[in-house]
């Protein structure tokens, strides 16, 4: 099974973007998230999502400007940020649960929770 993240690029500070997340492979995550990194710093949790999509949870960060969604049928994860702050500038990567793998011990902010991850996309917000 494998991530792939798309949908990164350059915006202002106040504008929207929409990052996207496909799985390939025959069976759908079990949670999902998007974490991200700036250099010289750690990978930090952004959101994340449970497999019915019914859950969701956010870094306080980001809270009330970015939304998680899901749509299993079509093995895909996004995250729609808003009001982009400079901030907000980092690599941001998608991560799974794959069905094989026992995540349950941790919580859905944990980076220990996923097994499967994609290789990351830019995104850049210029103030």
């Known amino acids: 099974v494998q991530l792939q993240a798309s949908g990164g690029g350059l915006v202002q500070a106040g504008e929207s973007l929409r990052l996207n997340c496909a799985a390939s492979g025959r069976f759908s995550m079990e949670a999902m998230a998007w974490f991200r990194q700036t250099p010289g710093k750690e990978r930090e949790f952004v959101a994340a999502?449970?497999?019915?999509?019914?859950?969701?949870y956010y870094a306080d960060s980001v809270k009330g400007r970015f939304t998680i969604s899901r749509d299993n049928a079509k093995k895909m994860l996004s995250l729609q940020m808003s009001s982009l702050k400079a901030e907000d500038t980092a690599v941001y990567f998608c991560?799974?649960?794959?069905?094989?793998?026992?995540?349950?011990?941790?919580?859905?902010?944990?980076?220990?929770?996923?097994?499967?991850w994609g290789q990351g996309t830019l995104v850049t917000v210029s103030s």
């Open positions: 999502i449970s497999w019915s999509g019914e859950s969701s």
């Open positions: 991560a799974g649960e794959s069905p094989a793998y026992d995540g349950a011990p941790y919580y859905y902010s944990q980076s220990e929770r996923y097994d499967v």
